[in-house]
């Protein structure tokens, strides 16, 4: 049996976009999840990785490319100002699918 593989930055992606489609976004800030102020700085986070070039969503660059690092960086002052402290990949929702 051969494992199906996942490219994980495109599911990275994907989990982001849909984090930012309109209905689930706007419900986080109604139901008082994330303050409203912070609505405009997560819209140009989603917007820089909107435009990171295809060709840059490659492993091997991810830690040696400046918008990468750019990115990295932004993120890491979005996480502080929300509160956020933890930054640790939680493997316990990591799902493997076996082709039968």
């Known amino acids: 049996m051969v494992p199906v593989l996942i490219d994980p930055l495109a599911e990275l992606y994907e989990e982001l ?17 994330i303050d409203e102020s912070f609505k405009e700085e ?17 492993w091997e660059i991810l830690d040696t490319n400046e918008i990468w690092k750019d990115i990295r960086t932004n993120a890491e002052t979005l996480l502080n100002k929300l509160n956020i402290e933890s930054r640790a990949y939680n493997e316990g929702h990591t799902t493997i699918i076996f082709k039968k």
Do not use: C, S
């Open 42 to 58: 997560l819209l140009n986070f989603k917007k820089k990785v909107d435009e990171i070039p295809g060709e840059l969503w490659d």
């Open 17 to 33: 976009d849909y984090a930012f489609l309109p209905v689930l976004f706007e419900t986080v800030f109604r139901n008082r999840l």
